[in-house]
């Protein structure tokens, strides 16, 4: 049974923001990667930054880190828990992508 994961995509005023909640593991990474897919897309079609929001995203694993490690050229801020911090720290993810951590 899938970790549950609730995604969406929009478009706001010169970005478009990819927003998660919920947790990211290798039982829903299929459907994180198809967002993340779907909004570099759009990205690119509207020559915009792409916002990845992770803010009420308390758990990830290797499967998610690997999907934002690939996407990394693409993102342009990761935006995300302040539990996660040290996670993408250790991972170097904050040496790919701009980090910042949401506020509490």
């Known amino acids: 049974m899938p970790t549950p994961l609730n995604l969406r995509t929009t478009r ?6 990819l927003v998660a909640a919920g947790e990211i593991d290798l039982s829903n990474v299929g459907e994180f990667k198809s967002a993340m897919d779907a909004a570099t897309a759009e990205t690119r079609r509207g020559a915009v930054p792409l916002v990845v929001d992770l803010a009420e995203v308390e758990y990830v694993d290797s499967a998610a880190i690997n999907v934002l490690s690939a996407g990394a050229d693409e993102i342009h801020k990761l935006i995300v828990h302040p ?4 996670t993408f720290t250790v ?13 509490a």
């Open 83 to 86: 539990l996660l911090m040290t």
């Open 12 to 17: 706001r005023g010169d970005r478009t923001e």
């Open 91 to 103: 991972s170097g993810l904050t040496e790919l992508i701009a980090i910042e951590a949401a506020s």
